[in-house]
């Protein structure tokens, strides 16, 4: 499988990414504030394929996924210059199951 991982999207030229935008209430001589509809569906519709998919793979092997997640979590800290491989570590020696988890979930948003 061929798939481009480092492809960034450009932001919604309707709210940049803010998920709301502003357009003039002429009545009353200000500025609205509205949801961007563009980006809620998009997000409705991220929601729904995550639901799928892990109603997809849930049957797979716990050993399977736990491997995806160890190699996505050392792939993303090793890749972000901001984080330190070291703390893998460290979670390891301690095994700090709960950190590691916290870890995976904040590189999985
Ligand atoms: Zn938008």
Known sequence: MKINL????????KCQGT???KVPN???EIMENVECMDCLLNQ??????KEELT???VNTSPQKLAQIVAQLVVNSVDRNEND???RIE???HTKNV??????????SQ
Request: with cysteine; hydrophobic share 45%; proline share 0%.
């Open 84 to 86: 330190d491989i070291q």
């Open 26 to 28: 002429h009545r009353l």
């Open 19 to 21: 998920g709301w935008y």
């Open 44 to 49: 409705q519709f991220k929601d729904h394929l």
């Open 6 to 13: 480092n492809g960034d999207k450009m932001e919604c030229n």
């Open 55 to 57: 109603r997809l793979i």
């Open 98 to 107: 709960i950190n590691a988890l916290a870890l995976a979930e904040a590189y």
């Open 90 to 92: 460290g979670i390891i």
